[in-house]
């Protein structure tokens, strides 16, 4: 048991910690071909896996790399992306109620 938490919140913490590595990794991969002129990852792939949980991982990647971090669209469209994650959360933790 992960952090005495129960099973369904276990299982969101794990995929919010693998969504945020692979977003992470994504951002990393797309600055390392942006200085190579290869094929680059779609801006909207970045945001996607953003909205499905990677924000954070995304975030660090903007830091670390310094990735899209004078491009002030995508700063917007990833901040949008955070607030669509936060709205999903939102969404499950309404039905976990009833």
Request: hydrophobic share 65%; proline share 0%.
């Given at each position: 048991?992960?952090?005495n938490l129960p099973p369904g919140q276990q299982a969101l913490l794990l995929g919010l910690v693998?969504?945020?590595?692979w977003a992470f990794v994504l951002f990393g991969f797309d600055k390392w071909r942006a200085g190579r002129g290869g094929r680059r990852v779609a801006e909207a792939t970045l945001l996607w896996i953003s909205v499905l949980g990677g924000w954070p991982g995304g975030l660090l990647g903007l830091i670390?790399?310094?990735?899209k971090s004078a491009k002030a669209s995508f700063q917007l469209k990833f901040?949008?992306?955070?607030i669509g994650w936060a709205g999903l959360v939102a969404g499950l933790v309404m039905l976990a109620k009833g």
């Open positions: 048991m992960i952090l693998a969504t945020s590595g670390v790399f310094r990735h901040a949008a992306a955070f």
